[in-house]
């Protein structure tokens, strides 16, 4: 597995994100990317191709993940306003009982939204609803911090 990350500089997130996954892949496969797919829920991918990708971006930064599994990428920046209300309605039970612990709130909130977002791109099914089925764990080894931002991969074994 593979991550490179990028900042915007002018160009929109998904500009900035297809050109990281150029990058990846042409260094990985020695190959010009190949055509780029939609599932009908939305998740992008090569057809017949052992490779996969998720490619997400904030305000400032785009993220690429290549891989030889299912992938989902998600980051956010961490000096993100955070409306912690949300915390009510995304966090299951455990995660919520996490999150009150949490001494920075802001971060334990953005934690859990970033491994939601991955495994629901990672998944391929997308975010329906509120996503507070969950049960991941702060101490997550999966996120971690890149360019100012909170980033989870999960990769599909």
Request: proline residues 6%.
């Amino acid at each position: 597995m593979r991550i490179a990350s990028c900042t915007l500089e002018g160009r929109s997130g998904h500009d900035a994100g297809r050109a990281l996954l150029g990058e990846l892949y042409r260094t990985e496969t020695g190959e010009a990317l190949p055509p780029i797919l939609v599932t009908e829920r939305g998740k992008p991918y090569f057809e017949h191709s052992p490779w996969h990708f998720s490619i997400t971006h904030t305000h400032r930064h785009a993220f690429c993940v290549l891989a030889k599994a299912p992938v989902g990428i998600d980051a956010e920046e961490l000096d993100r306003p955070v409306r912690l209300a949300l915390a009510d309605k995304v966090l299951s039970p455990g995660e919520r009982a996490q999150f009150d612990a949490a001494q920075d709130k802001a971060r334990a909130f953005l934690t859990f939204w970033v491994l939601k977002e991955a495994a629901a791109k990672c998944s391929g099914e997308g975010l329906r609803g509120y996503p507070n089925h969950t049960d991941f764990s702060l101490e997550d080894p999966r996120v971690r911090e890149m360019d100012g931002c909170l980033v989870a991969v999960l990769e599909d074994q």
